[in-house]
Structure formats: structure tokens, C-alpha cells
């Protein structure tokens, strides 16, 4: 991304004068752009913040680059950094090798340690693939040994570009609903007070609130916009494609491109679900899920999730728990979370 570009995506952004405006830096890794490039991120979101508006950052890392520099960096100027681990050695290092194909797992857990140290907020998320989805268990007793307070899980669910046939290093239905239901359980057990997971975390605060914190559950998909390096935006990180590109910010302000019509459409047509999903019990809390897990099993196009089968399964175990923990909840005890990116 050019100086330019940002630039501009910061002043016209910040101009619209938001009481809350939020910037979540994503990549590939964008770590590679170098820290003198978030320093000037830091010194734009000055030069152009309005009075009494609060800004947020995110940074979403394999952290390999996260040296003592950017970590008192990400301190000072409160980053909230998302952390990629995929659980223990043995899962991790399986996908996530450098160039040379070693293992990045050493390289990590050094920085995680680097980041309790320099006080630097961060979350961890967890690809779930063919190779960790099956040991719940391994992946949370790692997670608490290692003081892991705050985690998110990401499916991975890809599609061969040729055959459109669901890739080898995907999961299965049945495998995200068995582990849904155990890490739930450890979850539960282990106090929901204690470990902040943000799957679960939405879901109880629909039970308590009626609004899910993440897009996942929503009724529609327009809480945010991409801009990509030359200033092309697009509806959404899993859409950066040329039919959802809707304009660039050199040619239509950021206000336009957010509430535009394309936009509209795309944030309407989560609602366009399968006559299955409009008839189960379970609608008001999943929505139909994410579009982009919309493909059936042969890999063709459909209105329902591909998982499906895992949250019929998951909230037909966990509601009567959630239920349980709104009511507390509702009743005065606090239960911690945090921010995601």
C-alpha cells in the first residue's frame, strides 16, 4: 500500500467523524509492510482523528517479525494483535513452514512470550484443518498451559479453483459439530470467566442481549468494508473478488462505497437461505452462518451452510447451558471479554 493510499483511506474515513472508528491491518501478512509504515498509520490517525474519537487498531500476524521494537511499539499505541497458532508443535508445523520448509512454531511461542512481556494485547486464532479439528482436547490443554486467555477458531473449508471439490486439508460437518460440542464442554467447565472464546462469546451475548458481536451469526453482512493496496474496496475479506468490488477510494468516498448499492446486496443476501434453515429452531441464533461456507458437499452452490449439520448438532447440546450462563449473567455476574479482529 503507497503512502498515498493510506492516506487517503485514513483522512476520509476518520472525516466521517465516527465516535468509534476502527482499523483491523490484515494481509497476507502485513507485518512485511515494515513498522515505519504503522508508525505513519499512528500519525495520520492523529493528523486527521476528530475531537473525542476513539480509534482502534488491529493487527492480524503470524508474528514472526514481532521483535522487541514492535512489540513496545504495539504497546504504547494499544494494538490489539491477532496471533495465528494452529495449537500444539505436532499441528502446527504440519501447514505453517518457512521457506525452507522448517516449522514456525519455536518462532512463535518466542513471541507470544515477547508479547506478555511488553504488556501488548492479543488474541490467538486457530485454523482448524484435517489435522487438529480431531483433538479438542490437546488443542485447550495447550491453550491453557500457555495462558491463553482470549481465542477464536476459523474453519478451514477451501475449494479446488479447477473442480470446485472441497480440498483434502478441509474439515467436515461432522467434525466441526463433534468439536464444537468438546471444546464446549472444556469451555464450560473451565469457567467461561476464565477463557474467552468468540464463537461462544456472540452467542451468549445474543442470549443476554439479542445482538451477536460477530458477522458470522448476523442478520446481514455490513459491518465493514475492505480496501485493498490501490485503494479498491470490496464487501467483504472472503469476497476480494472482481464481482464484489465496489469502487475504489480515489473515485467514491469511503460514506458512498459503504452504503452503496452493491454493498446493500451483498449485506441482503445472507438473507437468501434455504427453506431447511427458515424452518429450523435454531435460525435466530446462526442466520444460515457464513456466505462463503455456503457450497454443498459436491462443491456446487447453495443456500444452506456446509456446516450445517455442526450447528444443528452444537446448539441442540449447548443452548440449555448458554441459557443457564445468560441467566447468571443477567443477574449481575460479569463474565470478561475481549475484542477480536
Same mark, same amino acid.
Given at each position: ?34 513498522? +515505519?509504515?504503522?508508525?505513519? &498509520?499512528? *500519525?495520520?490517525? $492523529? %493528523? #486527521? ?56 512454531? +519455536?518462532?512463535?511461542?518466542? &513471541?507470544? *512470550?515477547?508479547? $506478555? %512481556? #511488553? ?223
Amino acid at each position: 500500500m503507497s503512502d498515498e493510499v493510506l492516506e487517503r483511506l485514513i483522512k476520509d474515513y476518520l472525516q466521517l467523524g465516527l465516535p468509534m472508528a476502527g482499523f483491523s491491518w490484515q494481509g497476507g501478512e502485513p507485518t512485511l509492510m515494515g513498522l +515505519d509504515f504503522y508508525k505513519k &498509520v499512528v *500519525q495520520l490517525q $492523529k %493528523k #486527521y482523528g476528530k475531537a473525542r474519537q476513539h480509534i482502534s487498531n488491529a493487527l492480524q500476524t503470524n508474528a514472526i517479525l514481532l521483535d522487541d521494537e514492535w512489540c513496545q511499539f504495539l504497546h504504547d499505541n494499544k494494538f490489539l494483535v491477532g496471533i495465528s497458532i494452529d495449537g500444539p508443535k505436532e499441528f502446527h508445523d504440519y501447514y505453517r513452514v518457512d521457506h525452507s520448509g522448517s516449522g514456525s512454531f +519455536d518462532k512463535v511461542m518466542t &513471541v507470544i *512470550q515477547r508479547c $506478555k %512481556k #511488553y504488556k501488548v494485547e492479543f488474541n490467538i486464532l486457530t485454523l482448524l484443518n484435517n489435522k487438529n479439528i480431531e483433538h479438542p482436547d490437546k488443542l485447550f490443554d495447550f491453550f491453557i498451559e500457555n495462558g491463553i486467555r482470549y481465542l477464536q477458531f476459523i474453519t478451514c473449508l477451501e475449494r479446488d479453483s479447477d473442480t470446485d471439490k472441497v480440498l483434502d486439508f478441509s474439515i467436515t460437518a461432522q467434525q466441526y459439530g463433534e468439536f464444537l460440542c468438546r471444546i464446549f464442554n472444556r469451555w464450560h467447565d473451565y469457567g467461561p470467566d476464565k477463557l474467552s472464546i468468540r464463537d461462544f462469546d456472540s452467542i451468549l451475548a445474543f442470549c443476554v442481549s439479542g445482538n451477536h458481536t460477530i458477522c458470522t451469526f448476523d442478520k446481514q453482512c455490513s459491518s465493514y468494508i475492505v480496501i485493498e493496496h490501490n485503494g479498491d474496496a470490496f464487501c467483504c475479506d472472503f469476497y476480494v473478488e472482481p464481482d464484489w468490488r465496489i469502487g475504489n477510494i480515489f473515485e467514491t468516498p469511503i460514506e458512498k462505497l459503504a452504503t452503496g448499492s452493491k454493498k446493500r446486496t451483498f449485506a441482503r443476501a445472507k438473507q437468501n437461505i434455504s427453506n431447511t434453515c427458515l424452518l429450523c429452531r435454531h435460525l435466530s441464533f446462526c442466520r444460515g452462518g457464513c456466505q462463503k461456507d455456503r457450497i454443498a458437499s459436491d462443491g456446487q452452490h447453495s443456500r444452506q451452510s456446509y456446516f450445517c449439520p455442526s450447528y444443528k448438532r452444537f446448539f441442540d447440546y449447548a443452548m440449555p447451558k448458554f441459557m443457564q450462563l445468560a441467566a447468571t449473567i443477567s443477574a449481575g455476574s460479569a463474565i470478561q471479554t475481549q475484542p477480536f479482529i
